[in-house]
């Protein structure tokens, strides 16, 4: 989804269109005929030089009469629509439209499925997103598009944010971060079983759990035990639902617990989607092939995928995501300080693109492990607010991205340097965080509480 923007807003190199015998210069002042005139093409003018001697003789610029010319036979919405020259600014901007949509999607779409529960949520925000990603491409006209990418920003942040709560409840401790990767999947299966419980709707619970026994071919009751007994509080299941208080984002204000949480959990999303977007889009200017530096980023982020499985379940989930932006955070501070001296040796630049690469890893599998861990940290009923939260912020960064480019044109290394000292704050900050892994993800703020006097935790291996 990411990549999307490197070919449909792909700006191929252009200039003006030529002028034709049938072009009327007389609307513009010119009494010549294009054979007696000398014409130069430029991007965004044609600069005429009339041969005659009368009144009407001397140089004119016009602003390309006949369009553009593109040196791509590659359509894409530049091509299409004309985004060149005096409308260039109007490109990134749907990049711009659908990073806003994410931010009103990660708002709009946990307390609702907070509320109402996980699969609707999820099968609704399946459905639109193909539907609006799709219409985008028959889009008539730049607004149209704009609109159907700012709705596929928001739908989409209700699939991922959700997907990625939905599975990590459907599963215990010991598989979570195996399966933490496969969150696109969770459409297909039963409503969340935790989320049916902590909202007191037992039938539906009863009715999930029969499910799930005959298919595994063992006794309802059993299972009902394992339920009460092992990691859902019975409390919840006898508690009478009048006397519930629904959860709801002021409840985050009013836990401190839960208000550090979600702030730590804010600037490390917002850092990450900054350095990720911001070293995506600082990428075009590496020489070489767009399509094969694409490619390469790709391969780099299928390595931090893996590593980030080979290693969630060997140690604590708080100590990966602080290594991981560590990582990130060095390599990055160091390769733009080697590349400001890259004009006295091409060492420097070798090592400073290398490096780059290593941050583009350590930001990308910092990226899986949050996914993670952030519905870890917040209760049932306020996970998907929680989450909702941190990748709200997240748009905040992914709105900043942009600005690197422009940061570059007047101090070549300070995106590195911002990117690499934001990372190195989210790894200090993260210090504070209560650590997840090895534990039942809490029903309710008391359990959550609780994991600060109880401090144990098991790795699983």
Known sequence: MNSRKYFEGYGPPYKCAPLTNQTDLYKYGILNNISSSRITYDKCNIEIQSNTSNLTSGTYKLTCPEGYQYDSKQE??????????????????????????????????????????????????????????????????????????????????????????????????????????????????????????????????????????KFNKVDFNDILILIHNDDIDPHLIHQNPKEEKRENILTIARHKILLKTAFIMAFTWMTNAMTYFGLTLNSAKLAGNRFLNLFLYQVVEIFAMLMFLFIINRLKRRHVSMLFHGIAGVSLVLSALLGSFKDYSDHFATVSVALSFVGKFGIS???????????????????????????????????????????????EWGPGVVFGVCCISVTVLQHFLPESSGREMPQTVQELKAWKSDKTSTIVR
């Open 76 to 213: 894409t919405i530049v091509t299409e629509w004309d985004l060149v020259c005096s409308r260039a600014g109007l490109g990134p901007m749907t990049q711009m439209f659908v990073t806003i949509g994410q931010g009103v999607g990660a708002l709009l779409f946990p307390p609702i499925s907070d509320r109402y529960g996980r699969k609707p949520v999820l099968t609704f925000s399946l459905v639109m997103c193909t539907l609006t990603s799709v219409a985008a491409g028959f889009a008539p006209g730049y607004i149209i598009y704009s609109i159907l990418r700012f709705a596929f920003g928001a739908v989409q942040q209700g699939f991922i944010l959700t997907a990625q709560v939905y599975i990590t409840e459907l599963f215990p401790k010991e598989q979570r971060g195996t399966v933490s990767g496969f969150g696109g999947l969770g459409w297909i299966v039963d409503e969340s079983l935790r989320w049916l419980i902590a909202n007191k709707r037992e039938d539906e619970a009863k009715t999930l759990v029969r499910k799930i026994a």
């Open 365 to 411: 599998a910092s990226f899986s492990t949050i996914f993670l861990y952030t519905p870890e940290l917040f209760p049932t009923n306020l996970r998907n607010i929680g989450i909702g939260i941190s990748s709200s912020a997240g748009r905040i960064g992914g709105l900043l991205a942009p600005f690197s480019t422009l940061l570059t044109e007047y101090i």
